[in-house]
């Protein structure tokens, strides 16, 4: 049972290339999100998803896109990269929002460094 | 706007000795609280969570107390060990948006 798998684990970007990171999670999960995480800053919502074939924007959506084709996996694209973008991106998910004594399982992360 | 937030961002602890890790928020309507632990590397792991109904919750060797009078938030590890040196962060729950806000971390260091 692998949980929640992310792709890729390292990656760099040049300045307005476009790339698509890849969530997949095996426990049938209903919602899925995805963060980001600065240095000395929380987790912060980019966009998150209930359910297969719905998206919602997050706290910072601006410069991403979403898609939730297949209820196991969650992609994040950036169209354009730039370097405000370089960050940890996690993945995570849950069976329905929040659930007692199991909160969110996240993914290992993507770290993303745009040039 | 309200946020979550830690009071220290690093903790150094001898091995052995029991950690205190504090949270503040201050959004009073938050009805759910989780601690997660990070480590290098590594993804967030869920540690122990609490509801706002609760002023504490037991786990293994990890404690969880709430305040709600002064919106305050700690993780209690007893007996620490070198395998607990991670960030540690809290998230609430705020009910009128659905979803988990989470604070900055603090940095444990476990000392020999």
């Known amino acids: 049972n692998a949980g929640v798998t992310q792709t890729p684990k390292f990656r760099v970007l040049k300045t307005g290339q476009s790339m698509t990171l890849l969530c997949a999670q095996d426990m049938n999960h209903e919602y899925m999100y995805w963060y980001r995480q600065d240095p000395g800053m929380g987790l912060r919502l980019i966009h998150y998803s209930v359910g297969e074939g719905t998206t919602a924007k997050g706290e910072v959506p601006d410069g991403y896109n979403v898609s939730r084709l297949k209820k196991q996996n969650f992609l994040l694209g950036l169209e354009s990269a730039a370097p405000s973008q370089t960050s940890v991106y996690f993945c995570?998910?849950?069976?329905?929002?929040?659930?007692?004594?199991?909160?969110?399982?996240f993914g290992s992360g993507t770290r993303l460094t745009v040039v | 706007g309200e946020s979550v937030g830690l009071h220290l961002p690093t903790l150094s602890v001898q091995e052995g000795d029991n950690s205190i890790i504090n949270c503040a928020y201050s959004n009073s309507a938050s009805d759910y609280f989780i601690w997660y632990k990070q480590e290098s590397g590594k993804g967030p792991q869920f540690i122990i969570d609490i509801r706002s109904n609760m002023d504490k919750r037991q786990g293994q060797r990890v404690t969880v107390l709430l305040n709600k009078t002064v919106k305050h938030l700690s993780l209690q590890i007893a007996a620490t060990q070198p395998g607990d040196s991670a960030v540690y962060f809290c998230?609430?729950?705020?009910?009128?948006?659905?979803?988990?806000?989470f604070g900055a971390g603090t940095q444990v260091v476990v000392t020999p």
């Open positions: 998230a609430e729950n705020i009910p009128r948006w659905g979803k988990l806000q």
């Open positions: 995570a998910s849950s069976y329905r929002g929040l659930s007692w004594d199991y909160g969110y399982t």
